[in-house]
């Protein structure tokens, strides 16, 4: 079954600096690839994803690129604000249009310090 | 707020019960997901559902078990036979046509504690 390792699992980061998380995983059959913010006792939710047939995608602060040959993804926030505090996770899985089984990361955790 | 409800928030067992989580999601949504989450772990897959009436177990199925007569409903029952079920479970559901049908919406979480 597909193996993705996250890294790293924490990460502190100054107010206005960038933060990086790299994730890889082992199937290369899978397709998608979601990125999940989850702040204390609150359910995981979702800030972005990457589909296999992309490199790269961006969402105004948040950008995911994807290296197939490689298999490791990557989560990239720019301009971080304290708000951005909280566990990510990033995730893979082969989409067939049915139930698609997530295999998740260990998590990083993210503080921004003013 | 996502349309996926969870019940109780909080819940505690004495060892030795079975307990019943409730998840319900007015999505229309066909598949249901049921997670573990431990401290310091991601979350892992316990059972999913594609269909009303049919489920397949995950990675750490074992001392759990689950239902799906109505395609609104999940309710995960954690059984006697877990050793360890004191964790944060969630419940997800997704589309499975049309797109965007990836992205997994999930409930609020139930804690449960072994007392």
């Known amino acids: 079954g597909e193996n993705v390792e996250q890294h790293p699992s924490t990460l502190s980061v100054q107010e206005g600096d960038s933060a990086v998380i790299k994730c890889t995983y082992s199937?290369?059959?899978?397709?998608?690839f979601p990125w999940y913010k989850q702040e204390l006792g609150k359910r995981p939710q979702l800030i972005i994803d990457?589909?296999?047939?992309?490199g790269e995608k961006k969402d105004q602060r948040i950008a995911v690129t994807l290296n197939k040959t490689a298999k490791h993804f990557s989560l990239h926030i720019t301009e971080t604000q304290p708000e951005d505090s909280a566990v990510y996770f990033c995730?893979?899985?082969?989409?067939?249009?049915?139930?698609?089984?997530?295999?998740f990361g260990t998590g990083t955790r993210l503080q921004v310090t003013l | 707020d996502g349309g996926i409800t969870q019940s109780p928030k909080y819940l505690f067992r004495k060892e030795g019960q079975n307990v019943t989580l409730s998840c319900e999601q007015n999505?229309?949504?066909?598949?249901m997901y049921w997670y573990r989450q431990d401290p310091g772990q991601g979350l892992r897959l316990i059972y999913y559902?594609?269909?009303?009436?049919?489920?397949q177990k995950g990675d750490i199925a074992e001392g759990y078990s689950v239902s799906r007569e109505k395609k609104e409903s999940f309710p995960l029952t954690v059984t006697s036979a877990q050793k360890n079920p004191t964790a944060f479970y969630l419940c997800?559901?997704?589309?499975?046509?049309?797109?965007?049908?990836?992205?997994?919406?999930f409930g609020p979480g139930t804690r449960l504690t072994v007392l």
């Open positions: 997800a559901s997704t589309r499975t046509s049309g797109a965007p049908y990836n992205e997994q919406f």
């Open positions: 199937d290369s059959a899978s397709n998608y």
């Open positions: 990457i589909r296999s047939n992309v």
């Open positions: 995730a893979a899985t082969l989409n067939t249009g049915t139930a698609s089984k997530l295999t």
């Open positions: 999505l229309n949504h066909d598949a």
């Open positions: 559902s594609q269909i009303v009436n049919d489920f």
